[in-house]
């Protein structure tokens, strides 16, 4: 308190330690409080994880269409998905040819969901048969965008990758008579 020529007269410069330390106590409470509804449920990281994997899918069928050139995406180990064009200049052996890059970051098309923070954990299990020469699991694109073998060129039957973290399992299908791609919960 400070007197100014008889008056009493209260001077404030701040605010003191306590009160800084209620105000940092309420916030951290209504922190603590928040933050278990911001973190990523089961549900979300394998929906965020078969969306990313559709994607792939969707962009090789369509990158076959646009550039009347077959294409392959490759599933390694337990969740890895790669784009290629499929090289067919010797149809009784077809390979792996150049990767295909990603319309937006101009990256080569390589999702690991294993290194993706959103997606970490998911696993992926497929019906995809063996593929090209250096690819586990395949399933390539002809060029009207119709599912193919990419080991022989043969055309596909319905055919899905399931992506599971938790008891949450999200299913991406590909269907052979009109070369969809959706998802859906098992």
């Known amino acids: 308190m400070v007197t100014i020529r ?29 933050v278990p509804t911001l973190t990523q449920s089961d549900k979300s990281k394998v929906e965020l994880a078969a969306s990313e994997a559709a994607s792939v899918l969707r962009f090789a069928r369509d990158e076959a269409r646009r550039s009347s050139a077959a294409t392959v995406v490759v599933l390694s180990g337990s969740a890895r998905l790669q784009a290629f064009e499929l090289d067919v200049s010797d149809p009784a052996n077809p390979t792996l040819g150049v990767p295909l890059y990603h319309p937006v ?25 063996a593929g090209p020469p250096g690819a586990a699991k395949a399933v390539g ?31 991406v299908s590909i269907a052979a008579a009109t070369a969809r791609i959706s998802e859906a919960w098992q």
Do not use: Q, W
């Open 105 to 129: 970051d101009k990256d080569v098309y390589d999702l690991d969901l294993h290194t993706l923070r959103y997606s970490e954990g998911v696993t992926a299990s497929s019906d995809l048969p």
């Open 6 to 34: 008889g008056k009493r007269t209260t001077l404030s410069l701040g605010h003191t330690l306590a009160e800084l330390l209620g105000v940092v106590l309420i916030l951290a409470i209504g922190a603590a409080a928040v």
């Open 141 to 171: 694109f002809n060029t009207r965008g119709a599912p193919l073998d990419a080991s022989n060129l043969a055309e596909l039957s319905d055919r899905y990758i399931d992506l599971s973290f938790g008891s949450r399992t999200r299913r």
